[in-house]
Protein backbone atom coordinates (compact mmCIF):
# COMPACT_ATOMS: atom_id res chain seq x y z
CA UNK A 1 0.00 0.00 0.00
CA UNK A 2 1.36 3.45 -0.97
CA UNK A 3 -0.07 6.79 1.00
CA UNK A 4 0.94 10.43 1.09
CA UNK A 5 3.04 10.64 4.16
CA UNK A 6 0.96 13.50 6.85
CA UNK A 7 2.34 15.41 9.62
CA UNK A 8 -0.61 17.04 12.04
CA UNK A 9 -0.81 18.70 15.11
CA UNK A 10 1.37 17.60 17.62
CA UNK A 11 0.22 18.25 21.29
CA UNK A 12 3.29 20.12 22.41
CA UNK A 13 3.65 21.52 18.82
CA UNK A 14 0.55 23.65 17.81
CA UNK A 15 2.26 24.26 14.05
CA UNK A 16 0.77 21.69 11.51
CA UNK A 17 3.38 20.94 8.87
CA UNK A 18 2.48 18.96 5.61
CA UNK A 19 4.47 17.15 3.14
CA UNK A 20 3.82 15.62 -0.15
CA UNK A 21 6.40 12.72 0.22
CA UNK A 22 4.88 9.86 -0.91
CA UNK A 23 5.87 6.63 1.73
CA UNK A 24 5.61 3.16 0.83
CA UNK A 25 4.10 0.63 3.52
CA UNK A 26 7.12 -1.45 4.89
CA UNK A 27 4.82 -3.79 6.19
CA UNK A 28 1.03 -5.33 5.92
CA UNK A 29 -0.28 -4.82 9.72
CA UNK A 30 -3.11 -6.69 8.47
CA UNK A 31 -1.73 -9.51 8.28
CA UNK A 32 0.26 -9.07 11.91
CA UNK A 33 -3.38 -7.98 12.91
CA UNK A 34 -5.28 -10.75 12.09
CA UNK A 35 -8.21 -11.89 13.50
CA UNK A 36 -9.47 -8.44 14.82
CA UNK A 37 -11.93 -7.75 12.47
CA UNK A 38 -12.61 -4.25 10.99
CA UNK A 39 -9.58 -2.83 12.77
CA UNK A 40 -8.16 0.02 11.52
CA UNK A 41 -4.64 1.27 12.41
CA UNK A 42 -1.79 3.62 12.19
CA UNK A 43 1.68 3.42 12.00
CA UNK A 44 3.06 6.68 13.50
CA UNK A 45 6.55 8.32 13.36
CA UNK A 46 7.86 11.23 15.93
CA UNK A 47 10.08 13.32 13.90
CA UNK A 48 11.94 16.26 14.61
CA UNK A 49 9.75 19.44 16.04
CA UNK A 50 7.37 17.18 17.51
CA UNK A 51 5.77 16.69 14.31
CA UNK A 52 3.97 12.72 13.96
CA UNK A 53 4.32 11.54 10.44
CA UNK A 54 2.39 8.82 9.21
CA UNK A 55 4.35 6.37 7.80
CA UNK A 56 1.35 3.48 7.24
CA UNK A 57 -2.55 3.29 7.40
CA UNK A 58 -5.46 1.17 6.52
CA UNK A 59 -8.03 2.10 4.20
CA UNK A 60 -9.57 5.59 4.93
CA UNK A 61 -8.93 6.39 8.60
CA UNK A 62 -11.45 9.10 9.69
CA UNK A 63 -10.39 12.72 10.98
CA UNK A 64 -11.20 11.99 14.55
CA UNK A 65 -8.87 8.25 14.56
CA UNK A 66 -6.22 9.96 13.32
CA UNK A 67 -6.16 13.35 15.32
CA UNK A 68 -6.79 10.66 19.05
CA UNK A 69 -4.43 8.28 17.39
CA UNK A 70 -2.04 10.74 16.97
CA UNK A 71 -2.28 12.06 20.72
CA UNK A 72 -2.05 8.90 21.89
CA UNK A 73 1.00 7.89 19.86
CA UNK A 74 2.93 10.86 21.29
CA UNK A 75 2.59 9.98 24.65
CA UNK A 76 3.35 6.10 24.18
CA UNK A 77 6.92 7.57 22.32
CA UNK A 78 7.88 9.95 24.45
CA UNK A 79 7.04 7.65 27.84
CA UNK A 80 7.45 4.08 26.21
CA UNK A 81 4.68 2.82 27.56
CA UNK A 82 1.19 1.24 25.95
CA UNK A 83 -1.57 3.98 26.31
CA UNK A 84 -5.42 3.45 25.40
CA UNK A 85 -8.73 4.88 25.55
CA UNK A 86 -12.42 5.24 24.27
CA UNK A 87 -13.63 6.71 21.09
CA UNK A 88 -17.72 7.51 21.51
CA UNK A 89 -17.85 9.38 18.08
CA UNK A 90 -18.46 8.78 15.42
CA UNK A 91 -18.84 5.33 16.60
CA UNK A 92 -18.08 4.00 20.07
CA UNK A 93 -14.08 1.82 19.68
CA UNK A 94 -10.95 1.17 21.54
CA UNK A 95 -7.95 2.77 20.79
CA UNK A 96 -4.69 1.51 21.40
CA UNK A 97 -1.47 2.84 21.57
CA UNK A 98 1.59 0.31 21.40
CA UNK A 99 5.38 1.22 21.03
CA UNK A 100 7.30 -0.47 18.30
CA UNK A 101 10.34 -2.05 19.69
CA UNK A 102 12.25 -2.58 16.79
CA UNK A 103 12.23 0.96 15.21
CA UNK A 104 12.55 4.42 17.89
CA UNK A 105 10.00 6.77 17.71
CA UNK A 106 7.58 3.99 16.06
CA UNK A 107 4.18 3.83 17.52
CA UNK A 108 0.98 1.33 16.31
CA UNK A 109 -2.48 2.68 17.03
CA UNK A 110 -5.04 0.40 16.15
CA UNK A 111 -8.83 1.14 16.80
CA UNK A 112 -11.22 -1.62 17.14
CA UNK A 113 -14.71 -0.96 16.87
CA UNK A 114 -17.53 -2.34 19.52
CA UNK A 115 -20.70 -1.98 21.06
CA UNK A 116 -21.14 -0.59 24.68
CA UNK A 117 -22.17 -3.93 26.52
CA UNK A 118 -18.15 -5.01 25.01
CA UNK A 119 -16.44 -2.45 26.96
CA UNK A 120 -15.46 -4.82 29.93
CA UNK A 121 -12.32 -5.63 31.38
CA UNK A 122 -11.58 -9.26 29.60
CA UNK A 123 -12.27 -7.11 26.17
CA UNK A 124 -10.11 -4.60 26.60
CA UNK A 125 -7.71 -6.99 27.28
CA UNK A 126 -7.88 -9.10 24.38
CA UNK A 127 -7.34 -6.41 22.08
CA UNK A 128 -4.56 -5.02 23.62
CA UNK A 129 -2.72 -8.48 23.37
CA UNK A 130 -3.60 -8.50 20.23
CA UNK A 131 -1.84 -5.40 19.67
CA UNK A 132 1.25 -6.15 21.59
CA UNK A 133 1.62 -9.28 19.23
CA UNK A 134 1.77 -7.34 16.05
CA UNK A 135 4.14 -4.91 17.39
CA UNK A 136 6.57 -7.61 18.29
CA UNK A 137 6.30 -9.56 15.42
CA UNK A 138 7.09 -6.26 13.80
CA UNK A 139 10.40 -6.06 15.53
CA UNK A 140 10.89 -9.70 14.12
CA UNK A 141 10.25 -9.83 10.92
CA UNK A 142 10.03 -6.65 9.21
CA UNK A 143 12.88 -5.88 6.91
CA UNK A 144 12.80 -1.78 7.48
CA UNK A 145 14.18 -2.42 11.34
CA UNK A 146 16.75 -0.74 12.45
CA UNK A 147 18.12 -1.69 15.41
CA UNK A 148 20.97 -3.95 15.36
CA UNK A 149 20.42 -7.50 16.51
CA UNK A 150 24.03 -8.04 18.63
CA UNK A 151 24.97 -11.50 18.27
CA UNK A 152 26.07 -13.67 21.13
CA UNK A 153 29.54 -13.87 22.12
CA UNK A 154 31.27 -16.90 21.04
CA UNK A 155 32.67 -19.07 23.88
CA UNK A 156 35.90 -19.98 21.83
CA UNK A 157 38.55 -22.86 23.64
CA UNK A 158 41.43 -22.04 25.10
CA UNK A 159 44.98 -23.16 23.38
CA UNK A 160 44.68 -26.05 26.50
CA UNK A 161 41.35 -27.11 25.55
CA UNK A 162 42.26 -27.04 21.52
CA UNK A 163 45.38 -28.95 22.88
CA UNK A 164 44.06 -31.44 24.41
CA UNK A 165 40.76 -32.00 21.89
CA UNK A 166 43.38 -32.55 19.31
CA UNK A 167 44.88 -35.04 21.18
CA UNK A 168 41.71 -37.03 22.29
CA UNK A 169 41.70 -37.05 18.17
CA UNK A 170 45.15 -37.96 17.84
CA UNK A 171 44.94 -41.22 20.46
CA UNK A 172 41.30 -42.10 19.08
CA UNK A 173 42.78 -45.90 19.28
CA UNK A 174 46.08 -47.82 19.68
CA UNK A 175 46.68 -47.90 15.80
CA UNK A 176 46.62 -44.07 15.77
CA UNK A 177 49.02 -43.85 19.10
CA UNK A 178 51.57 -45.87 17.29
CA UNK A 179 51.32 -44.06 14.31
CA UNK A 180 51.71 -40.47 16.36
CA UNK A 181 54.25 -41.79 18.59
CA UNK A 182 56.53 -43.37 15.63
CA UNK A 183 55.72 -39.78 13.59
CA UNK A 184 56.45 -37.52 16.61
CA UNK A 185 59.87 -39.67 17.30
CA UNK A 186 60.92 -39.03 12.92
CA UNK A 187 60.18 -35.68 13.76
CA UNK A 188 62.31 -35.04 16.75
CA UNK A 189 65.06 -37.48 14.76
CA UNK A 190 64.59 -34.71 11.55
CA UNK A 191 65.13 -31.84 14.13
CA UNK A 192 67.97 -32.82 15.84
CA UNK A 193 69.86 -32.66 12.33
CA UNK A 194 69.01 -29.20 11.73
CA UNK A 195 72.25 -26.45 11.71
CA UNK A 196 71.68 -24.29 14.48
CA UNK A 197 74.66 -21.39 15.40
CA UNK A 198 77.18 -22.33 17.97
CA UNK A 199 77.55 -20.07 20.73
CA UNK A 200 80.24 -20.54 23.46
CA UNK A 201 79.54 -17.77 26.58
CA UNK A 202 82.11 -17.33 28.66
CA UNK A 203 83.39 -14.79 31.47
CA UNK A 204 85.13 -11.42 30.31
CA UNK A 205 87.74 -9.02 32.46
CA UNK A 206 88.31 -5.70 31.08
CA UNK A 207 91.89 -4.93 31.02
CA UNK A 208 93.71 -1.82 29.59
CA UNK A 209 96.12 -2.56 26.64
CA UNK A 210 98.86 -0.12 27.70
CA UNK A 211 99.78 -0.09 31.27
CA UNK A 212 102.86 0.78 33.48
CA UNK A 213 103.75 0.49 36.89
CA UNK A 214 105.71 2.71 38.83
CA UNK A 215 107.99 0.90 42.19
CA UNK A 216 109.72 2.58 44.50
CA UNK A 217 113.76 2.93 43.05
CA UNK A 218 115.10 2.56 46.52
CA UNK A 219 114.81 2.11 50.37
CA UNK A 220 113.30 5.31 51.61
CA UNK A 221 110.61 6.97 52.91
CA UNK A 222 107.13 8.64 51.52
CA UNK A 223 107.10 12.26 51.80
CA UNK A 224 103.99 13.24 49.94
CA UNK A 225 101.78 11.51 47.48
CA UNK A 226 100.84 13.76 44.46
CA UNK A 227 97.97 12.12 42.73
CA UNK A 228 94.59 10.52 43.22
CA UNK A 229 93.41 7.24 42.14
CA UNK A 230 91.19 8.02 38.49
CA UNK A 231 92.98 11.24 37.73
CA UNK A 232 94.54 11.85 34.55
CA UNK A 233 98.27 12.26 34.49
CA UNK A 234 100.81 13.06 31.45
CA UNK A 235 104.08 11.47 30.60
CA UNK A 236 106.65 13.23 33.38
CA UNK A 237 104.15 14.77 35.45
CA UNK A 238 104.58 14.21 39.44
CA UNK A 239 102.82 11.02 41.34
CA UNK A 240 105.11 11.44 44.58
CA UNK A 241 107.92 12.51 46.34
CA UNK A 242 110.52 10.77 48.80
CA UNK A 243 112.25 11.99 51.74
CA UNK A 244 115.77 12.78 51.39
CA UNK A 245 116.92 13.54 54.78
CA UNK A 246 118.43 10.05 55.11
CA UNK A 247 120.09 10.48 51.71
CA UNK A 248 121.48 13.44 52.92
CA UNK A 249 123.55 12.03 56.06
CA UNK A 250 124.70 9.47 54.15
CA UNK A 251 125.93 11.87 51.21
CA UNK A 252 127.36 13.96 53.71
CA UNK A 253 128.87 11.22 55.51
CA UNK A 254 131.10 9.57 52.43
CA UNK A 255 131.56 12.55 51.13
CA UNK A 256 133.88 13.32 54.96
CA UNK A 257 135.46 9.88 54.28
CA UNK A 258 136.33 10.74 50.88
CA UNK A 259 138.04 13.72 51.68
CA UNK A 260 140.23 11.68 54.24
CA UNK A 261 141.06 9.16 51.54
CA UNK A 262 142.41 11.06 49.27
CA UNK A 263 144.70 12.72 52.18
CA UNK A 264 145.63 9.86 52.95
CA UNK A 265 146.88 8.05 49.33
CA UNK A 266 148.14 11.81 48.61
CA UNK A 267 150.43 11.06 51.97
CA UNK A 268 151.53 7.48 50.33
CA UNK A 269 152.30 8.80 47.72
CA UNK A 270 154.68 11.44 49.10
CA UNK A 271 156.28 8.65 51.16
CA UNK A 272 156.97 6.59 48.43
CA UNK A 273 154.65 3.70 49.74
CA UNK A 274 153.11 2.59 46.77
CA UNK A 275 151.30 -0.42 48.08
CA UNK A 276 149.35 1.94 50.63
CA UNK A 277 148.84 4.47 47.90
CA UNK A 278 147.38 1.78 45.89
CA UNK A 279 144.85 0.95 48.01
CA UNK A 280 144.36 4.01 49.38
CA UNK A 281 143.21 5.31 45.83
CA UNK A 282 140.62 1.87 45.25
CA UNK A 283 139.12 3.29 48.56
CA UNK A 284 138.71 6.78 47.18
CA UNK A 285 137.17 5.23 43.77
CA UNK A 286 134.90 2.78 45.70
CA UNK A 287 133.92 6.21 48.04
CA UNK A 288 133.43 8.24 45.11
CA UNK A 289 131.12 5.94 43.08
CA UNK A 290 129.12 5.66 46.46
CA UNK A 291 128.76 9.46 46.14
CA UNK A 292 127.55 9.75 43.34
CA UNK A 293 125.38 7.11 43.76
CA UNK A 294 123.52 8.93 46.39
CA UNK A 295 123.82 12.12 44.86
CA UNK A 296 121.89 10.24 41.87
CA UNK A 297 118.98 8.69 43.98
CA UNK A 298 118.83 12.65 45.45
CA UNK A 299 118.17 13.98 41.61
CA UNK A 300 115.34 10.62 41.81
CA UNK A 301 113.26 12.11 45.17
CA UNK A 302 110.59 13.08 42.70
CA UNK A 303 108.19 10.13 41.24
CA UNK A 304 107.50 10.78 37.64
CA UNK A 305 104.67 9.41 35.02
CA UNK A 306 106.08 7.31 32.59
CA UNK A 307 103.32 7.39 30.10
CA UNK A 308 100.05 9.57 29.72
CA UNK A 309 96.88 7.84 30.91
CA UNK A 310 94.96 7.29 33.94
CA UNK A 311 96.00 6.24 38.21
CA UNK A 312 94.17 2.93 38.22
CA UNK A 313 96.29 1.61 41.91
CA UNK A 314 98.03 3.42 43.85
CA UNK A 315 95.87 5.93 46.65
CA UNK A 316 98.75 6.77 49.05
CA UNK A 317 97.49 9.57 50.84
CA UNK A 318 97.11 7.80 54.05
CA UNK A 319 100.58 6.11 53.39
CA UNK A 320 102.68 9.39 53.84
CA UNK A 321 105.75 9.08 56.22
CA UNK A 322 105.68 5.16 55.81
CA UNK A 323 108.80 3.29 54.47
CA UNK A 324 109.20 1.82 51.26
CA UNK A 325 111.47 -0.60 50.49
CA UNK A 326 112.88 -0.97 46.91
CA UNK A 327 110.71 -2.48 44.10
CA UNK A 328 107.20 -1.66 46.08
CA UNK A 329 104.40 -1.07 43.36
CA UNK A 330 103.35 2.45 44.22
CA UNK A 331 101.02 3.15 41.32
CA UNK A 332 99.67 1.48 38.18
CA UNK A 333 98.97 3.87 34.96
CA UNK A 334 97.12 2.94 32.22
CA UNK A 335 95.76 4.13 29.00
CA UNK A 336 92.19 3.83 28.62
CA UNK A 337 92.03 4.68 25.05
CA UNK A 338 91.39 0.75 23.97
CA UNK A 339 91.43 -2.04 26.05
CA UNK A 340 91.49 -5.80 25.75
CA UNK A 341 88.47 -8.42 26.73
CA UNK A 342 90.41 -10.91 28.48
CA UNK A 343 87.60 -14.19 27.42
CA UNK A 344 87.71 -17.16 29.44
CA UNK A 345 86.90 -19.78 27.48
CA UNK A 346 86.34 -23.27 28.96
CA UNK A 347 88.64 -26.17 28.50
CA UNK A 348 85.94 -28.50 26.64
CA UNK A 349 84.99 -25.50 24.11
CA UNK A 350 88.79 -24.61 23.14
CA UNK A 351 88.82 -26.80 19.80
CA UNK A 352 85.95 -24.70 18.61
CA UNK A 353 87.23 -21.47 18.93
CA UNK A 354 89.66 -19.90 16.80
CA UNK A 355 91.34 -16.51 15.99
CA UNK A 356 88.97 -14.08 14.13
CA UNK A 357 85.58 -15.15 15.28
CA UNK A 358 83.16 -12.85 15.94
CA UNK A 359 82.15 -12.27 19.69
CA UNK A 360 79.65 -10.40 20.92
CA UNK A 361 80.08 -8.56 24.50
CA UNK A 362 77.93 -7.51 27.20
CA UNK A 363 79.52 -5.09 30.32
CA UNK A 364 77.85 -6.00 33.30
CA UNK A 365 77.60 -2.15 34.38
CA UNK A 366 76.29 -1.36 31.06
CA UNK A 367 72.87 -3.23 30.45
CA UNK A 368 71.55 -3.02 27.08
CA UNK A 369 75.20 -2.34 25.71
CA UNK A 370 76.54 -5.04 23.00
CA UNK A 371 79.59 -4.90 21.73
CA UNK A 372 81.11 -6.39 19.07
CA UNK A 373 84.69 -7.22 18.15
CA UNK A 374 87.01 -9.91 16.71
CA UNK A 375 88.97 -12.89 18.74
CA UNK A 376 92.80 -11.44 18.31
CA UNK A 377 94.56 -13.95 19.95
CA UNK A 378 94.46 -17.15 22.03
CA UNK A 379 96.87 -18.15 24.94
CA UNK A 380 98.45 -20.74 24.71
CA UNK A 381 98.95 -22.28 28.38
CA UNK A 382 95.85 -22.36 30.29
CA UNK A 383 94.65 -20.88 33.04
CA UNK A 384 93.07 -21.57 36.48
CA UNK A 385 90.17 -18.95 37.32
CA UNK A 386 87.77 -20.38 40.22
CA UNK A 387 88.97 -23.36 40.27
CA UNK A 388 88.42 -24.34 36.20
CA UNK A 389 90.76 -24.69 33.51
CA UNK A 390 90.34 -22.12 30.72
CA UNK A 391 91.94 -20.13 27.97
CA UNK A 392 92.06 -16.83 27.42
CA UNK A 393 91.58 -14.96 24.61
CA UNK A 394 92.13 -10.92 24.15
CA UNK A 395 89.58 -9.37 21.62
CA UNK A 396 90.19 -5.29 21.07
CA UNK A 397 87.88 -2.78 22.97
CA UNK A 398 87.89 0.37 21.69
CA UNK A 399 86.95 3.09 24.08
CA UNK A 400 86.37 6.49 23.05
CA UNK A 401 83.66 7.42 25.15
CA UNK A 402 85.60 6.81 27.67
CA UNK A 403 82.80 4.36 29.52
CA UNK A 404 85.28 1.15 30.18
CA UNK A 405 87.63 0.83 33.34
CA UNK A 406 90.01 -1.94 33.69
CA UNK A 407 88.45 -4.77 35.55
CA UNK A 408 85.04 -4.33 34.80
CA UNK A 409 83.19 -7.99 34.52
CA UNK A 410 81.32 -8.97 31.48
CA UNK A 411 79.95 -12.08 29.26
CA UNK A 412 81.07 -12.84 25.91
CA UNK A 413 79.28 -15.00 23.31
CA UNK A 414 81.35 -16.48 20.39
CA UNK A 415 80.24 -17.47 17.13
CA UNK A 416 81.68 -20.72 16.34
CA UNK A 417 79.96 -21.54 13.16
CA UNK A 418 76.78 -23.86 12.72
CA UNK A 419 76.21 -27.39 14.83
CA UNK A 420 73.49 -29.89 14.75
CA UNK A 421 71.03 -29.18 17.19
CA UNK A 422 70.72 -32.48 18.07
CA UNK A 423 74.63 -32.33 18.56
CA UNK A 424 74.64 -29.02 20.40
CA UNK A 425 72.37 -30.71 23.08
CA UNK A 426 73.54 -34.17 23.74
CA UNK A 427 77.36 -32.84 23.39
CA UNK A 428 78.26 -32.32 27.28
CA UNK A 429 75.63 -35.05 28.32
CA UNK A 430 77.11 -37.64 26.35
CA UNK A 431 80.93 -36.65 27.45
CA UNK A 432 80.05 -36.53 31.40
CA UNK A 433 78.83 -40.27 30.59
CA UNK A 434 82.24 -40.82 28.90
CA UNK A 435 84.31 -39.74 31.60
CA UNK A 436 81.91 -41.72 33.94
CA UNK A 437 82.15 -44.98 32.46
CA UNK A 438 85.36 -44.26 32.01
CA UNK A 439 85.86 -44.46 27.65
Known sequence: MSITAETIESIRAPEVRRTTESISETHDWSVLLAGSGDAGYIQWRLVEKASMTILAASANPDSTFRTRSAELAEVAIRTGLRQSCILASPTTAILIAEPIP?????????SFPCQAN???????????????????????????????????????????????????????????????????????VGVCFIPWPHSIHCDVVCEPVVRRYVAAPYDARLLRSDVVVGQQVKQGDLLATLD????????????????QAEQRE????????????????????????????????????EIRSPIDGV??????ERAEGAPLSVGDNLFEIASLDHLI???????????????????????DAMPGTRLESTIERIH??????DNTSVFIAEANLSNDDALLRPGMIAKATINAGYRAIGWQLFRRPYNAARQWVGW
Do not use: M
Open 266 to 301: LAALSTGDHSKSEFERLEVEHLRRESELLERRQRNL
Open 118 to 188: ELDENAVARRIAIVARAASLYSATSPAATTPVVAPPVDLPSWTELANLIRKKLLAGPRSRFNVYLSTLFAC
Open 380 to 385: LRNEIR
Open 341 to 363: AEIAIPEQDILFVSDDLRVSIFV
Open 102 to 110: AIDNNCLCV
Open 244 to 259: GGELRSQLASVQAKLA
Open 311 to 316: VVTGDL
